[in-house]
């Protein structure tokens, strides 16, 4: 029984995306709140809702319209969209009112910015609603600003460059690629416009970033979109070890190998391998995978390459089996075990956000390959302003060859360079565990949000 006078827990229910890469980072907040005394609750799709596993977190289904087969049964981003919109409202509405009657009564949904309709249903229930942005400060400033038509489309550039307050100067190979060609994606350019048509109505915005990370990009847009940076949410064991046994997401929409890559690694010498990987959506054409598999070949390096199923009829013939003591192919891994593991010398990434705070909090250099949306800005932040790696250059058919592959390779692992990369990851994951860390900026973030939300009892009622 809840004494008069004693602080109790309140509860937050957690709405993100339903991919890999967005439900990773909220369901990693929604641990991070239960570690701090808060009742966390991951709303999902029914689709998705048994790839959740994550202690101390509960987990509730609610519809999207496509129950059986999610975002593939809908065909289109537009229709997911719309029918999301439509049944996500009732559904979520239906989960708060569920809890209504209980002593833990939802104090605040939590929604992934893609969802902007969710805020509404938080309102309707007089209750709070915070804005979560899975991707970069930087990424949020450009789109921030084109939604506001502070720049418009197509983007003019001064001196070759188009220059955001905040931000380092862009040329055209660094922009996301719903802008640089803003024709090619018109329905993943209106859903990133739409994440801010209601942000100045939320009671929070969250960005999962850290301040020494991105303080001039968040500087720069704070007078107009001010979000808390609570980043980077990536398992405690990689950081401050303060969630016990957190060393996995808790979401998974693929089977792993974990026992294969394990075995493999084991075999390898210190700092000797590549550890490749192009996240789960991005999809390579069949020319792009012939010339990074030769060009990681011809690096002498071994590597680890993670190709999801679709995408293994891509390799060139004969390729697994041209040298399996060097060459290891799985369609699923644990990212975070390679990237910690002592044989990792190199990650090849697409350079999605949350790939690249893995790198960054674990400290492993980077060669980035970024072929579509944020990950182009993502990469140039990779090379040009945190140091932590090198972005191989494309031909005019937009292609990184095999030669260039080899170069890079060659540049992180034991080029002139190298050792400065070596010393800028070791900088940057020192100053990603200290934000996550008691005390840390990112952590004093995330208590604010914690004591605000916690009430007390007066007189018998909750107060906020």
């Known amino acids: 029984m809840k004494m008069e006078g004693e602080q109790h827990r309140a509860h937050v229910v957690v709405l993100p995306y339903p991919s890999q890469g967005h439900i990773n ?51 289109s981003e537009a229709v997911f969209l719309k029918s999301f919109e439509e049944h996500g409202s009732r559904t979520l509405s239906e989960l708060i009112e569920k809890y ?32 979560f942005f899975t991707n970069s400060i930087a990424i949020s400033n450009i789109f921030y600003r084109l939604h506001c038509g502070l720049l418009k489309l197509p983007l003019e550039f001064h001196d070759e460059a188009l220059l955001v307050p905040g931000l380092p100067p862009l040329n055209s190979r660094d922009l996301p690629s719903f802008i640089r060609s803003s024709g090619s994606y018109p329905a993943y350019l209106a859903m990133k416009l739409r994440q801010f048509t209601n942000t100045d109505k939320a009671d929070w915005i969250f960005g999962n970033s850290f301040e020494a990370l991105e303080y001039e990009e968040a500087k720069g847009i704070s007078d107009l979109w001010p979000a808390k940076l609570i980043g980077p949410m990536v398992p405690s064991t990689y950081l401050d070890c303060r969630i016990a046994k957190d060393n996995a997401y808790g979401a998974s929409l693929w089977k792993p190998l974990n026992i294969e ?35 990681l070949k011809e690096s002498g390096f071994p590597f680890l390459w993670v190709v999801r199923p679709s995408e293994l009829d891509k390799l060139p013939q004969g390729f697994r089996e041209s040298d399996q003591e060097n060459i290891m192919i799985a369609t699923w891994c644990n990212q975070l075990e390679v990237l910690t593991h002592r044989a990792t010398g190199c990650f090849v ?89 008691e005390g840390g900026s990112s952590d004093r973030c995330i208590n604010e949000f914690v004591e605000h939300l916690t009430p007390r009892v007066n007189g018998g009622r909750q107060i906020y």
């Not at 010498?269 to 959506?281: D, E, K, R």
């Not at 990469?379 to 095999?402: L, N, Q, S, T």
């Open 25 to 75: 980072p909220l369901l990693q907040f929604a641990k991070r709140l239960a570690s701090k005394g808060l009742k966390a609750t991951l709303a999902t799709t029914r689709y998705t809702v048994k790839s959740i596993h994550a202690p101390n977190v509960g987990v509730e289904p609610i519809s999207d319209g496509f129950d059986e087969k999610g975002f593939a049964q809908a065909g």
């Open 100 to 131: 209504l009657s209980t002593d833990d009564p939802v104090a605040c949904v939590v929604y992934d910015s893609f969802f902007p309709w969710a805020l509404n249903v938080a309102k309707q229930h007089g209750i709070f609603g915070a804005a």
């Open 261 to 295: 890559c394990t075995n493999w690694l084991e075999t390898k010498l210190p700092n000797s391998i590549l550890y490749v990987s192009f996240g789960s959506m991005v999809s390579l054409t069949a020319e792009q995978m012939e010339e990074i598999a030769w060009g």
């Open 349 to 437: 990434t697409h350079c999605g956000w949350n790939s690249t705070l893995e790198g960054l909090s674990t400290g492993v250099p980077m060669i980035g390959v970024p072929r579509w949306a944020d990950q182009f800005t993502n990469a140039k932040y990779v090379e040009e302003i945190w140091g932590v790696g090198v972005r191989p250059k494309e031909d005019e058919e937009g292609v990184v060859r095999r030669q260039e592959v080899v170069k890079c390779v060659n540049e992180v692992m034991r080029g002139e360079r190298s050792n400065e990369i070596e010393r800028n990851v070791r900088k940057w994951m020192g100053l990603a565990k200290e934000a996550i860390s």
